[in-house]
């Protein structure tokens, strides 16, 4: 397909804008290749079209390998926010049991409270991952009915061992588990349907290296059988209402088309790499970002063996100025890391592998933090 000249500039300009000559090392958003760009711009068609049903219908079995599962994957014009508070009003009933360990996984709670649902915060500290034995002691308390979790949670790169929980939560049939794996998925397997998986939830912007606006999610049939006993799901994140358009190739309202196109370019990249390689591929980089950190100072933020293969956050033992830091990174190498989250920042660092990187491009940005860390001053012995 030819792209005319106005639209080939207006979509690449991030390379000649001053403003936006900067690669993204954060984790998340993440850099988006020149080729899923170029997928973004395909002629619109009708959502309601025979086209629309052929390129939703054809995304499906690659979409079905990475979830690990038979069942649907819906497409929502939403972050993946958007699709976890849709999932909390469809399938709790009674009370749901969010397990906090970071910025994303507290904000369960929140979100769950705000939906007036009654919520219980099963608090792990930050960088600690949540503990398997802590939540089966919660569950025999009774009373639950679903369960939230963040398989990987970003604010502190820690990574909680999802098959050890899961193996807890299959023993507690009556509660539907709501997994985020926003930041894991697509980086190493993460097999919904052998772990029992009711909802797993994904987005865009991260390791699938897409532009922010796209969320996936896949749903048992025992969650779609709860929500049909949930009369307040609300229309736009209505379970029912997806699965009652997925059987007709389409979404319950209009679907965000370049992004979908985006997602198609992005899977045959994924197709083509092989699941192995990729997963192998965000563990080596992973571990290449790691032992450069180590050789300058710093330690990893979360739990020894619960660290993150989508990203690297480090503690600012060596007391960096971390935003002067990022200043050299981005004016000096076009480049930006996180200088971290929330109650972090400033103590911690975030420094992205996942995506399209390459062992090329993990050693450029390798180079760059070296020579940054030469201009910058500490803040702290």
């Known amino acids: 397909m030819k792209v005319d000249a106005a639209l080939r500039v207006n979509c690449f300009q991030r390379f000649t804008d001053p403003l936006m000559a900067y690669k993204l090392f954060i984790p998340g958003p993440i850099a988006v290749s020149e080729k899923t760009l170029r997928a973004m711009a395909q002629p619109m068609i009708g959502h309601r079209s025979a086209d629309f049903v052929a ?15 038979k069942d649907a994957v819906y497409l929502s014009t939403s972050s993946a926010w958007g699709a976890m508070e849709g999932a909390i009003r469809n399938v709790t009933k009674s009370k749901v049991l969010n397990c906090m360990n970071g910025a994303f996984s507290d904000k369960w709670n929140d979100v769950a409270i705000r939906c007036g649902k009654q919520a219980t915060a099963l608090r792990f500290e930050w960088g600690q991952p949540v503990d398997p034995e802590a939540v089966r002691r919660e569950l025999e308390k009774g009373g639950y009915d679903s369960v939230t979790l963040i398989h990987n949670e970003t604010s502190t790169g820690c990574m909680s061992d999802l098959p050890a929980i899961m193996a807890v939560l299959r023993q507690f049939p009556e509660v539907i588990s709501i997994v985020d794996v926003v930041s894991s998925f697509s980086a190493l397997a993460i097999p919904k349907d052998s772990l ?55 979404t319950p309202s209009t679907p965000v088309i370049p992004l979908i196109y985006a997602l198609k370019s992005k899977l045959e990249d994924i197709r083509a790499e092989g699941l192995e390689a990729r997963y192998a591929r965000h563990a080596r980089l992973n571990k290449a970002v790691g032992a450069w950190g180590f050789s300058r ?36 190498h076009q480049l930006v890391i996180d200088g971290g989250y929330g109650k972090l920042k400033g103590k911690t660092c ?30 702290a012995s």
């Open 196 to 250: 029992g998986i009711d909802i797993m939830i994904t987005g865009s912007q991260k390791a699938l290296a897409l532009p922010p606006g796209l969320s996936l999610a896949s749903v048992s049939r025992r969650a779609l059988e709860r929500a049909a006993s949930v009369p307040e799901r609300g229309y736009y994140f209505d379970l029912l209402e997806f699965q009652k358009n997925h059987e007709n190739g389409m």
């Open 350 to 379: 975030r420094i992205s592998n996942m995506g399209d990187e390459t062992d090329a491009s993990i050693a450029a940005l390798v180079a760059a933090l070296e020579s940054a860390l030469a201009e910058t001053p500490r803040t």
């Open 297 to 332: 100072g710093f330690r990893l933020f979360p739990k020894e063996g619960y660290g993150s293969v989508t990203l690297n956050c480090f503690a600012n033992s060596p007391g960096y100025d971390l935003p002067a830091l990022n200043k050299v990174l981005k004016s000096k």
């Open 55 to 69: 390129l939703y219908q054809g995304l499906q079995p690659d979409l079905q390998a990475l979830f690990g599962t």
